[in-house]
């Protein structure tokens, strides 16, 4: 019955083509959504990482101010700046939980705001003595 002679010839063949195509053409369509799914979720953890990375940096970079400005005064007491840090403008916050005479230990803060409104932050203390100068111990402090 699904057999013709001449022009025109139809087989079930021909059916089960187009059903192959059709499967085919809709297992491609879902590799390509997984696989555009999956490089966005890996460039988006690599800017987190990024991000989080330099607030680091940042927070290192403003525990050094302050040691310095400790030196320099030993009323100093801490400050808030910003700091650029490639494209981004990181929130220093430095400040000193504990002050004893010659020993201190200082904290430094760095936050960066994204525009969706979260925030990347890393914090870092070193206790320190001014005079001379001895850097004691050091630790991130988890946010």
Known sequence: MGKRSGIGKTTRQQGTALVAAVVFIVVM???GVTASF????SASMSM?????????YAAEAG??????KFQEDPDYNGDS???PVGAQTYQIDVWFPQKNGNQA???????YTLPSGET???TVEQ?????????????????
Not at 48 to 56: E, G, H, K, N, Q
Not at 105 to 111: D, E, F, L, R
């Open 120 to 122: 990347v932050s890393r």
């Open 38 to 41: 999956l490089f966005n979720t």
């Open 29 to 31: 369509g879902f590799l």
């Open 105 to 111: 230990t200082i904290q430094s803060k760095a936050t």
């Open 63 to 68: 525990l050094e101010w302050g040691i310095k």
């Open 127 to 143: 206790v320190i003595q001014r005079d001379p100068l001895d850097l004691k111990t050091w630790k991130e402090i988890a946010s």
């Open 48 to 56: 987190d990482s990024l991000l989080s990375m330099r607030a680091f």
């Open 81 to 83: 700046f910003p700091l």
